[in-house]
């Protein structure tokens, strides 16, 4: 093998290897992540946490992964500018991450607890597994969020997506409510994509505006939301509305369509003889 | 870029071990590494940008959208094709290629010598990079098929070409064609991309359109040609995914004179849109439709005659529809298509800024070289982002959006059934 030395001209691409440029000014800690690796963002995330600050703010984000993963304590809330990498928030217990734009895919991965606040849009595969907490998106989503979310007791996940979602979106739901409005969306056509709730077994999915049977997994029961379900959804709606300084009432002006399991083991009997 | 052979011939990193290679001194001939120490996390990252308007941009904006996506891929592979970056020979096919050794190379420059009229032939430059070692012997040839020769094989131009990289790939022992298309190249290895990018000197390069590649080898091994792009003529695809079909494309494709010799199920897709765009001429979206069908429980829901269109697409060309998860990219003179698999296993984001369109795996690449898009968005499904070089030809048969008596016209491939097809 031949031994070569680097004679790499200019700027390297990329991120860099190096400690971010962090300020302290009072509770508030601001860090810089322009082109530094993750790996070192979340180093000082983590630090700034440990030494007591109660707000944390990541300036010039840009595919940074992993931000707010496995945090705990409900009283630090980290604010992200920029364009939050894959994973966000995963495993999370606890705190308030805010994104100032879009998120990639696989936020709130297994969150246990805390709140997830998206300015943007958000990727695929959002809040999969998801056990505890709250995702609020204020724009559209991709495929496949909310699969296979759960819920035990008192622990019970909340999503609610501002725009448009795609096909699978409550897949092998076990629990927990996910909340698809379709308003603040850069897409034409219908609020969802086909194979919702597919296999769903648990929770409950509500949808502003109604959803054509073929687009609904067959382990669903379609219904319109009475009075019950929006005395539920209306405290999640109205903490969502002024997050995202949207009218609540705007927002309940049109009717909700509620997704229910109609068995809570669909597939119990998949592979039995009957 | 201006060419000047004599200072082109540049001493490159694999010179050290030139004696090595030549293979005058062992009777072995040397292997590359196909494994690395250690597996990292990843799942392949890709990027592809087209400005509209034709102005060239430095191989750097490439690089630098692979850059910020390294920990999509373990440094098994990386590799780009440009578009346009060969003006003073914009009418020569250029082919980039690999060699295990001076045997290989003497067997395929034998092939060239014999078919082709060669009218520069140099190393291609590279320059020492961190990362990257092991690297084959890399040369580009610019020539045209000899008239002669041409003539009497009764084949057009891009069908002798086609000849020739199945040809020499499949029966040169240890000889690669990395590219094989006007005006075009292929810059593909193994390391990281950004190291790749390095590499090749791909600063030194501006075209056009750029498409981007980070490999991280699942099914198959890391080796110099198994690095995406893969191309042919001006194709190129870029991958992210896996091709579950491979067996029975690679078999579909076999029938019509293709021969799969690099190891990756990529390479069909690269064949698939030759066979599909360009030898059937069918429109770029029929195209992408019979690659990434729709499930039959959409036809079902379609207009009647969109139906008939979709059951016989479905059913001529069942053997070379792409199963299994992918997001494309694929690169050609004149523009750039993406597209996802019809139920999006892998991830695909787009963007637009001006005349430039770009898409990525991960927003944070465009986001690195576009510094302020007008739209930001992720792709449906199935459904192709199509960017397209104004003033340049289109490749492609048909416009970008035919009728349905159009469409039905393309997939029965009878120009009388245009009366007869009953439509709409």
């Known amino acids: 093998m031949t031994e070569t030395t680097e004679i790499r001209q200019g700027p390297i691409e990329g991120y860099l290897m190096v400690e971010p440029h962090v300020t302290r000014d009072g509770d508030t800690v601001t860090i810089d992540a322009a082109s530094v690796y993750y790996k070192y963002v979340n180093q000082a995330i983590r630090a700034a946490i440990a030494d007591g600050v109660t707000t944390v703010r990541v300036i010039n984000v840009n595919g940074q992964r992993y931000i707010g993963n496995g945090l705990s304590g409900t009283d630090v809330t980290i604010e992200v500018y920029g364009t939050a990498g894959q994973d966000l928030s995963m495993f999370m217990n606890g705190p308030t991450v805010r994104i100032h734009g879009n998120a990639q895919d696989g936020v709130g991965n297994t969150m246990n607890a805390g709140r997830v606040m998206i300015h943007g849009d958000a990727g695929d595969v959002l809040g999969y597994g998801m056990r505890g907490g709250r995702v609020y998106i204020k724009g559209d989503v991709g495929y496949r969020v909310g699969i296979h979310m759960k819920a035990y007791e008192s622990l019970v996940p909340v999503m609610v997506c501002g725009g448009k979602s795609r096909d699978f979106s409550g897949e092998y739901m076990a629990g927990g409510m996910l909340v698809l409005l379709g308003m603040n969306s850069q897409f034409d056509g219908p609020i969802v994509g086909g194979y919702i709730g597919t296999g769903m077994h648990g929770g409950v999915i509500y949808l502003r505006g109604e959803v054509e049977p073929w687009q609904v997994g067959k382990e669903c029961g379609i219904f319109t939301a009475d009075e019950e379900d929006m005395k539920t959804l209306g405290p999640v709606l109205k903490e969502y509305a002024e997050e995202f300084g949207m009218d609540y009432d705007e927002i309940i002006s049109v009717p909700f369509t509620k997704l229910v399991p109609i068995s809570h083991r669909p597939y119990g009997k998949l592979y039995t003889y009957v | ?424």
């Open chain 2, 1 to 424: 870029m201006e060419f000047n052979p004599l200072l082109e011939r540049m001493p490159t990193s694999k010179m050290p071990s030139f004696t090595d290679r030549e293979g005058l001194f062992n009777e072995e001939r040397p292997r590359y590494a196909e494994e690395a120490a250690s597996k990292i996390h990843g799942g392949c990252g890709l990027m592809g940008i087209c400005d509209e308007s034709g102005t060239p941009m430095s191989g750097v904006e490439a690089i630098k959208a692979m850059a910020v996506q390294r920990d999509r891929g373990n440094g098994l592979g990386g590799g780009y094709a440009g578009y346009g970056i060969y003006p003073e020979f914009p009418d020569h096919y250029c082919f980039h290629m690999m060699y295990h050794d001076i045997k290989a190379k003497e067997d395929a420059e034998a092939i060239f010598d014999q078919y082709f009229v060669v009218d520069l032939a140099e190393p291609m430059p590279t320059r020492p990079v961190k990362g990257i070692s092991d690297a084959p012997l890399l040369w580009r040839y610019f020539l045209n098929p000899d008239s002669y020769k041409l003539e009497s094989s009764e084949m057009s131009t891009e069908d002798f070409i086609v000849h020739t990289v199945m040809l020499i790939n499949s029966s040169v022992d240890g000889a690669f064609v990395a590219s094989s298309g006007k005006n075009m190249g292929a810059f593909k290895g193994v390391g990281f991309p950004e190291e790749i990018g390095h590499y090749y000197r791909l600063d030194e390069y501006e075209g056009n359109t750029w498409v981007g590649h980070n490999r991280f080898p699942t099914n198959t091994p890391g080796w110099w040609g198994g690095a995406h792009p893969f191309t042919l003529l001006d194709w190129s695809i870029v991958h992210n995914g896996e091709i579950s079909s491979y067996g029975i494309n690679s078999r579909y494709l076999e029938a019509f004179g293709y021969k799969c010799t690099l190891g990756t199920d990529t390479e069909v897709a690269a064949y698939l849109f030759d066979l599909l765009l360009r030898r059937h001429k069918l429109p770029l979206e029929l195209a992408c439709k019979a690659l990434a069908s729709p499930l039959w429980t959409e036809i079902d829901r379609m207009p009647e005659s969109e139906q008939a269109v979709m059951r016989s697409l479905r059913a001529v060309y069942g053997p070379g529809m792409l199963n299994g998860p992918f997001a494309i990219v694929l690169g050609f003179n004149g523009g750039m298509v993406a597209l996802n698999d019809r139920i999006k296993l892998r991830p695909l984001v787009a963007a637009r800024q001006g005349t430039r369109l770009m898409v990525a795996s991960e927003e944070s690449a465009m986001r690195e070289v576009l510094d302020a898009p007008d739209k930001v968005w992720a792709p449906r499904a199935g459904e192709p982002v199509i960017a397209r070089v104004k003033g340049q030809d289109w490749p492609i048969h048909g416009d970008l959006h035919l009728s349905a008596s159009e469409v039905s016209c393309a997939v029965t491939g009878v120009e009388s059934s245009c009366e007869t097809v009953e439509v709409n």
